[in-house]
């Protein structure tokens, strides 16, 4: 196990501030512990001890991606088309992390030219013919064109990166002039974030390498040559659900029971007995209690996730 420290040398990637201890949490997955370490001006967290690129794969275990929440996952695409659609002019769209080609397929049923990254390829892709218009790799070495995207989005991506701030330069010089960046990261300002800290279902260490606030997030797209239209406060299913997983993680010994539950993972090797017990003795109590929170939160502004809309 991890020896964890409450102090660090290093310094936000953002705005240079110094960090400060936030909270301790456990990977769900490997057991192993890590340490988040917040900034003092900005508010932009960050997954401390640093895992490398090449490391941080085999975080990202077989049957990660496995399902995903399907169904209400083709809900939220429909929600993100439609908003893409009220806000753009041209039809031409990057998914940055992309996954399984889900939102690429929505976008090329409704006649958009429509094309994804994915630095690691999932179990499957939704067709052979989506496939072919995903690019393996990082996003900094993708081929695309300077100036040959009027929308790209980057739906739970930017947490997950280790240069986030070179990341979005890149997709800067895909961008056309004048075209819509949709970017949606947890919220570590949130409501759910700050009650439940380490056992927070957003904070997955260390999948999550950089964990933003909406200050943090405005500054880093402002360095990178972006200006922010609008910051929505409020994801369907996605709010909710991150709230009553994080109650429940409170009463788990194992993070995230329900979510590996609704999505086939659950194996003889990885729960226990009394987790699944206490899953579904407190699973009706937290969705009473969530409900309330979920819309409070979001209310005033400390939604459990942000959507960023910029050009």
């Not at 947490?159 to 961008?175: A, D, F, G, I, N």
Request: with cysteine.
């Amino acid at each position: 196990m991890r020896r964890m420290s409450h102090a660090t040398d290093e310094t936000c990637v953002v705005c240079g501030a110094p960090l400060t201890y936030t909270c301790t949490s456990k990977d769900y997955i490997s057991g192993e512990q890590f340490t988040i370490f917040s900034c003092t001006s900005c508010g932009l967290g960050v997954t401390l001890p640093r895992v490398s690129g090449n490391n941080l794969a085999r975080y990202y275990s077989e049957g990660y991606y496995k399902k995903r929440k399907s169904e209400a996952d083709a809900y939220i695409n429909r929600t993100r088309l439609k908003k893409v659609m009220r806000m753009s002019a041209g039809k031409k769209l990057l998914d940055v992390g992309c996954g399984n080609g889900a939102l690429i397929e929505v976008f090329e049923n409704a006649g958009w030219d429509a094309q994804g990254s994915e630095m690691a390829p999932p179990e499957h892709f939704v067709s052979d013919s989506v496939r072919k218009k995903i690019f393996i790799g990082d996003i900094r070495a993708t081929p695309f064109s300077p100036k040959s995207f009027d929308v790209i989005t980057l739906f739970h991506v930017l947490e997950h990166m280790t240069e986030p701030r070179e990341s979005l330069e890149k997709v800067r010089t895909l961008l056309r002039d004048g075209g819509l960046l949709v970017i949606e990261v947890p919220n570590q300002a949130s409501g759910q974030a700050r009650l439940t800290k380490g056992r927070w279902f957003n904070v997955d260490v260390p999948r999550h390498v950089f964990h933003f606030t909406p200050r943090s997030l405005t500054l880093i797209l402002e360095k990178t040559g972006f200006r922010i239209e609008r910051i929505s406060h409020y994801s369907p299913i996605y709010s909710y659900y991150g709230f009553v997983q994080s109650l429940l993680n409170l009463v788990t010994t194992r993070n995230n029971v329900l979510f590996d539950a609704l999505n086939g993972k659950i194996t003889r090797a990885n729960f226990k007995t009394w987790d699944v017990l206490m899953t579904a003795l407190f699973v009706l109590p937290a969705v009473v209690v969530a409900t309330p929170l979920t819309m409070l939160e979001s209310f005033f502004k400390r939604g459990g996730i942000i959507t960023a809309y910029a050009r």
